[in-house]
């Protein structure tokens, strides 16, 4: 590796180190014999500690730290690391003639461990003196030198084209290059690749550069999912917020709203049981919703919205309480159970005796969940949900959200003093049982 920012390290069993070209020889600050043998936490640690790609900070024999960016490699071999070092601070003076002379042996030792790419060309990258047979495995074919550059240029993406350009616009005017670009090989998906080079001069005073490529596509995919879910996360909390400004506002007027009161206070439940949905959202990501999170969340809303009501008792159901549920469903049922347990705080009767408590039970059998409400009191004269006879606007709006045969909804009356609502979730308002997601 003819370049003194850049060098590597061969790591076996034990984190100890096998190998070490001249110039990480020279990075860290040792003699190659000294550091063969010893094992990698004797002369730095590595942040973070489990990726492949970080930084390793140095400890100098005299107590001094230094920063280097490190790229692990995949190999061939188990057990068998390939750490490559560099730095991008100018260094002392190039080791010398025996230090390369370890460094062009250490070339060869890692061409054969490791599937990241190595070679050897002009500036320009159309004359490859050598190209290591790991290109097979990242391009999806052999390499033949005479086909350059287009045997390597045309699998990359397009849009990535102008990074390429500039990556050879900078080795040709004798600086150190390193890019990220996607190809697409003939025998699978599109790939990240992750390429650094260095520029230097042969015997013959010929330009030449030294550099290789890794694949990074897992590392990419990691942190574009971690990117993706923060920022999922920071939009349903600021929906959230948003729509708990609107409740707090609605909240607020309907104390002076006359005969209106009822109805502002019902939105106000509305919109809470919404922004509750993004609130699970916000501490989460988007997995799955399970029931007994909505469930829990929704009972906590309406207790605070109707605080001299009966109290709300929800009995977990083992294995049930578990069921997720489809993305696309969460925010109808949310207003669904919403409006059931709204309807239970403001029309049962207040009590404080076990007799006088609004309980949440959920049942499973052979079609799906039914998630049962009684409370204390009496439906109205007149009142029949199945015929939409007597039904409030709340209880509209929730019947407009049914999906029959999906989500199915009974109101009855089943002793002189208990209301019982019966809503049977199946299939896709719930997800079948071996999609369960655990809930510690």
Known sequence: MQDRHYGCLLIGPGNRILDASGSAAHLLKRTGTIL?????????????????????????????????????????????????????????PEPGPAAWAGAEAFFHSIDRSTRAVLWVSDPALEKFLYVSPAFRHLWGLPLNTG?????????????????????IEALKAGQIAEM???IRPQDGPVRWLWAHA??????????RVTGLVADITTRRQENGEARWEALLREGHHRIKNSLQGLAALLHRHAGSAGEQAAVLTEAVGQVRAIAAVHDLYSRQGQPPVTLAELLDTLVKSVDGLYPEHSPIERIPASGIDNTAIPSSEVVPLAIIVNELLTNAAKHGSPGTSPQDMIRVHTRADENGISLRIDNPGSLPAGFDFDDRQGLGNGLQLMAALLNPPHTDLSLRQVTPQTVSATLHLARPSIRPQHNLRHVP
């Open 36 to 92: 063969v043998g010893q094992r990698l936490e004797a002369i730095g640690r590595r942040e973070p500690a489990a990726t492949a790609h970080g930084t390793f900070v140095v400890s100098g024999p005299e107590g001094d730290l230094r920063t280097l960016t490190c790229q692990q490699l995949p190999t061939e071999e188990p057990g068998l690391q390939v750490l490559v070092l560099r730095a991008d601070a100018p260094l002392a």
């Open 147 to 167: 086909q350059a550059p287009g045997i390597w240029r045309d699998p990359v993406v397009e849009e990535d084209l102008p990074r390429v350009q500039a990556f």
């Open 180 to 182: 990220e670009v996607r």
């Open 198 to 207: 260095c520029p230097w001069t042969d015997s013959q005073r010929q330009a």
